[in-house]
C-alpha cells in the first residue's frame, strides 16, 4: 500500500531515486506519455514492487517527481528573492530564473500539465489536481514579491488580492511562452520584452 507524503516534504532514499529516475528521463526526451513503470524502476535500480509501496499508479509517480523537482526549483528562486531589495528586483529575479529554466525538459513538462495541454495525457493532469495541493512554494513566492509592492505603495489598495495574483502570474506566463516563442520573434529581444511585461505589470498595479 502507498505511503501517504507529500511530495513537498523529505522523502526516503527510494522515492528520491524513483522521482531523479523519471526527471532523468524526461531531461533524456523520454516520451512522459509513453513512460512504463519498468522504465523508471530500471532507471532508479529498483523494483516495481517496491515502487507500488508508495505510489499507486505510474501517473502518481511522474507527476509526484515533476513537483519534486519544480519544488526544488522554487525553493532556490524563493530564497534567491529573499537578497533582492526592491520590487523591479524581485520581478526581474523571476523573470532570470524562468531563462535559467526553460532549458529544463522537466519544466516544460510540468507547464504542460498545469495548463492542461494536449500533448499530456488527461490521466496525468487529473493525477496533478489531486496532488497540488500538498506545495505551496509558489503562493510564498508570490506573496514575497506582493508584500514587497505594497511596502513601497506600487500595489493600490483598492485591487482586489486575487487581481494582484492575476496580474502577476499572467505576465509572468506571457514571458515563458515568450522564451518558446523567440526564435521566430524578430522585433523584441528579452531585454525589451522583460522591461515591457514590468511596465505592463505597474500600469495594472499603480
Known amino acids: 500500500m502507498k505511503q501517504s507524503q507529500s511530495p513537498c516534504k523529505n522523502r526516503n532514499e527510494k522515492v528520491l531515486s524513483l522521482y531523479q529516475a523519471v526527471i532523468d528521463l524526461i531531461e533524456e526526451d523520454a516520451d512522459i506519455n509513453g513512460m512504463k513503470v519498468a522504465d523508471i524502476t530500471n532507471r532508479a535500480g529498483i523494483g516495481k514492487g517496491t515502487a507500488y509501496e508508495y505510489f499507486s499508479s505510474k501517473e502518481e509517480m511522474i507527476v509526484e517527481a515533476l513537483m519534486y523537482d519544480m519544488e526544488r526549483q522554487l525553493r532556490q528562486i524563493y530564497e534567491l528573492l529573499l537578497a533582492k531589495n526592491s ?67 506600487s500595489i493600490r489598495k483598492e485591487i482586489p488580492g486575487t487581481h494582484v495574483y492575476m496580474i502577476f502570474v499572467s505576465n509572468f506566463i506571457s514571458f515563458f511562452i515568450f522564451l518558446g516563442h523567440e526564435e521566430q520573434i524578430e522585433d523584441v529581444n528579452r531585454e525589451s520584452t522583460k522591461e515591457f511585461l514590468y511596465q505592463n505589470m505597474m500600469k495594472s498595479l499603480n
Not at 88 to 114: H, P
Not at 121 to 146: A, P, T, V, W, Y
Request: hydrophobic share 30%.
Open 87 to 153: 520590487l523591479k528586483e524581485k520581478i526581474y529575479g523571476v523573470f532570470e530564473w524562468l531563462e535559467s529554466s526553460f532549458g529544463k525538459r522537466s519544466t516544460t513538462q510540468f507547464y504542460k500539465i498545469t495548463s492542461n495541454s494536449y500533448e499530456i495525457h488527461n490521466s496525468l493532469h487529473q493525477e496533478f489536481i489531486k496532488e497540488k495541493g500538498n506545495c505551496r512554494l509558489m503562493d510564498s513566492i508570490l506573496n514575497l514579491i506582493i508584500d514587497q509592492g505594497k511596502k513601497e505603495g
